[in-house]
């Protein structure tokens, strides 16, 4: 049973609108743009596996882990790790947890923006016609004159921006569920007709191999790291979203269920979105290590080939675009949530303030593809930097506190009460995986990648 504690903000009307409201969130640029690209980079099998091990192993307990202290704080994540902090009568110093999450998901959406912007630019591009029998170097011409152009990727920033802005000010629930409602699933349909125009026209059995025959040889300690730090993106674990989409969980829906049913989702359209682009790479002799241009430098040769490619091209940016809508309302929803609760603010107001900082630090972002793109530390951009700092450093962190907190503060009564698994194996497992399993492994890519073991 779940506490007696009610959300200030509202509660999803069913289960199944927290399962949709959980996949909004985890489905987004991370699947499409981001892990065909990392995976490529890492080269590919042996990388996907360490990610589909993390997901599995850390990424479904530390999942269970988040959305159960929501739903017993009922409030944002700050608040939340303080209630339930003083409730085990421990320091209300836990709130920290929720204070690095929230500053997580505003440097994460700063350039979650502005790639979503990037998705903006190409539906208009491909409903320009501009993509029709193009040849992979005209296309790729394209993404380059779209990165050259600071004046057109702070446009379609801050579109995206607003649209978020937009969303949030009304409240999740009625800005919200439409679109996870019917947009997820269209998604999920085109990238299955994207699958099947690789198995026709790419080098599928390639593709398919790069992605699934693992060579460990190729794989590194970063490779490593960034495979679990992954896993928390795509999931988005380790900052408080899905602690806040928990604490607006009906009390009698299943932890455990929903969080393997979000998962499964997230996984499945990560693994189609590699189907569908490395057998285009590979059969127009494309680098899989690309970079973060992969999939707007592959996919749109592909709908320059196909019957209808105009149409099927502007459908798929435009679903894109609303997979990173659904996400980017979750990074933003901790802090205007602690605005609303403790400043009092409207959530018009916390929602335009929020979006508008988080804008001026995406410039940074923009600027790092073009006029910035010289200055560099450690040889990384500023784009960079914040990616590497915030998915493989702060997310992973933040996963690693929320499992002590779950399984070494919390007791054992407190946490066995909200997940209600039964007096099966189930809850010794959790227990056992959050304890130990999670903790230790995040300790030890940490350490692994920094060289110290
Ligand atoms: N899970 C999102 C994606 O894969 O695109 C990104 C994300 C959303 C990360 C929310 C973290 C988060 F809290």
Redesign the pocket.
């Known amino acids: 049973m779940s506490t007696q504690r009610e959300s200030i903000h509202g509660q999803w009307s069913s289960r199944w609108i927290f399962i949709l409201a959980a996949t909004g969130?985890?489905?987004?640029?991370?699947?499409i743009w981001?892990f065909p690209y990392i995976a490529g980079e890492n080269g590919g099998g042996a990388f996907v596996l360490v990610y589909l091990l993390c997901i599995a192993a850390i990424g479904i307990p530390v999942m269970m882990a988040e959305v159960l202290l929501g739903r017993r704080g009922r409030q944002s994540p700050i608040n939340t790790m303080r209630e339930l902090a003083k409730d085990e009568g421990r320091s209300t110093w836990w709130a920290l947890l929720g204070w690095s999450g929230v500053l997580?998901?505003f440097l994460?959406l700063s350039y979650?923006s502005v790639i979503a912007g990037w998705g903006l630019a190409y539906v208009l591009n491909s409903a320009a016609g501009n993509f029709a029998g193009a040849p992979a170097a005209e296309i790729k011409g394209i993404f380059d004159e779209l990165m050259s152009n600071p004046g057109e990727l702070i446009f379609w920033h801050s579109l995206f921006m607003l649209m978020t802005m937009l969303v949030v000010a009304r409240g999740v629930k009625k800005g919200l569920e439409m679109a996870v409602r019917w947009l997820m699933p269209a998604l999920f349909v085109l990238l299955l007709v994207m699958v099947g125009y690789a198995i026709n026209s790419g080098e599928f059995m390639r593709g398919a191999s790069f992605l699934f025959s693992p060579d460990f040889s190729k794989l590194t300690a970063n490779g490593v790291l960034i495979a679990m730090g992954h896993a928390?993106?795509?999931?988005?674990?380790?900052?408080?979203?899905?602690m806040i989409y928990g604490s607006y969980m009906p009390g009698d829906a299943s932890i455990a269920k929903t969080s393997m049913a979000v998962a499964i989702a997230?996984t499945a359209v990560a693994l189609l979105a590699g189907l569908a682009i490395f057998p285009i790479v590979f059969a127009n002799n494309l680098e899989p290590g690309a970079g973060p241009g992969l999939i707007f430098q592959t996919l749109p040769i592909a709908f320059g080939q196909m019957p209808g490619g105009t149409f099927f091209g502007s459908l798929f940016f435009v679903l894109l675009v609303f997979?990173?809508w659904s996400?980017?309302i979750?990074?933003i929803e901790p802090a205007v949530a602690w605005l609303v609760e403790n400043r009092r603010w409207s959530r018009i107001k916390a929602s335009v303030i929020c979006g508008m900082a988080t804008w001026v630090v995406g410039l940074g972002t923009v600027l790092s593809f073009n006029l910035w793109e010289g200055y560099t530390l450690w040889g990384k951009t500023f784009f960079d930097l914040l990616d590497y700092l915030t998915a493989n450093i702060m997310?992973p962190l933040g996963g690693l506190f929320i499992a002590i907190f779950a399984a070494w503060v919390m007791s054992r009564e407190s946490t066995r009460d909200e997940l209600e698994l039964g007096d099966g194996g189930a809850y010794p497992l959790w227990r056992f995986m959050v304890r130990f399993v999670t903790p230790l492994a995040v300790i030890i890519v940490f350490f692994n990648a920094i060289g110290l073991l």
């Open positions: 969130s985890a489905v987004g640029l991370g699947n981001k997580g998901g994460i979650y928390f993106f795509t999931l988005s674990l380790g900052m408080g979203a899905i997230d997979a990173a996400s980017a979750s990074l997310l």
